[in-house]
């Protein structure tokens, strides 16, 4: 019987792909997010057409309407209730 350990291979290819390819996805998302294509274009409030969501929702003929308030009163709760506890505290 061989009784000898595995050769291992002290190989650093796999790691050299790996930061390859992790430096090429960052410089990507770089370019991508802040190349010279991609500036904000922000409207100042006087070239805007609406100065809220709700005028523009309006002024194409939505109805704004408030969310209705939630109940203070909660319904009891589906299925059977709990059991009494086991150990319960007596004077």
């Not at 991508?32 to 194409?60: C, F, I, L, M």
Request: hydrophobic fraction near 40%; aromatic fraction near 4%; avoid cysteine.
């Amino acid at each position: 019987m061989n009784k000898e350990k595995p050769k291992r291979t002290n190989s650093r290819a796999p790691v050299m792909a790996a930061l390859a390819v992790a430096i090429f996805g960052v410089l990507a998302m770089l370019l991508v997010d802040h190349g010279p294509w991609s500036r904000p274009n922000v409207q100042a409030a006087e070239v805007a057409n609406y100065k809220t969501t709700g005028e523009a929702a309006r002024a194409v003929g939505a109805q704004v309407v408030p969310t209705a308030p939630k109940s203070e009163i909660e319904p009891a709760a589906p299925g059977p209730k709990p059991a009494q506890p086991a150990n319960p505290q007596t004077p």
